[in-house]
């Protein structure tokens, strides 16, 4: 049984939520989604509430029904706080600027610059502190797609395991191996 599809949730009052056919469609004052729903689950709309339920029993509709469940929560939840990544740049000469607003432009140790355009519904703010780290921060009220980019601009320069230079998310633990003098 899943606890975490059991569990309401709860619509603010800023937020609209529509169900039409197979497809949720959620309006919020930061923007709006929608989610095809597949498989033999039910959603119940209540006065301020969603209730996701399982018609059947087997084991692919078990899986789907705590996965609808966060999917609804998290749009509900992106639509009227929004969500936010940051990431940081470890290593000598690594720098971020922003171009025209919606281009990330990345000089990280590569003959060239790295010139990324990011979709419509993701904000970027980036902070160059004097003896400090590069910080970019992305926000977006749709989380899958925050974490897509998040992962493509990490994925440019992953931090190397010797000195951990590179692009990684703040906080982020990277086990550092010794060198050859180490032995």
Do not use: C, W
């Amino acid at each position: 049984m899943s606890r975490i599809g059991n569990i309401p949730v709860l619509i603010p009052n800023n937020v609209f939520v529509k169900k039409q056919d197979n497809i949720i469609y959620i309006k919020g004052p930061l923007g709006k989604l929608n989610q095809k729903i597949i498989g033999d689950i039910n959603i119940i709309m209540n006065h301020n509430k969603i209730i996701v339920k399982r018609k059947h029993n087997d084991k692919k509709n078990r899986a789907l029904h705590g996965l609808y469940r966060m999917l609804i929560y998290n749009m509900i939840k992106g639509v009227s706080n929004g969500f936010q990544k940051k990431l940081e740049l470890i290593g000598v000469g690594f720098r971020a600027n922003i171009n025209n607003n919606k281009i990330l432009n990345l000089n990280i140790g590569y003959s060239h610059n790295i010139m990324i355009k990011l979709p419509q519904s993701i904000t970027l703010e980036v902070k160059m502190e004097k003896n400090k780290k590069t910080q970019i921060i992305l926000k977006s009220y749709d989380k899958q797609l925050l974490g897509i980019v998040a992962a493509k601009i990490r994925s440019l320069r992953k931090p190397e395991p010797y000195k951990g230079k590179g692009i990684r998310y703040i906080n982020e633990y990277v086990i550092k191996k010794p060198g050859k003098s180490a032995k």
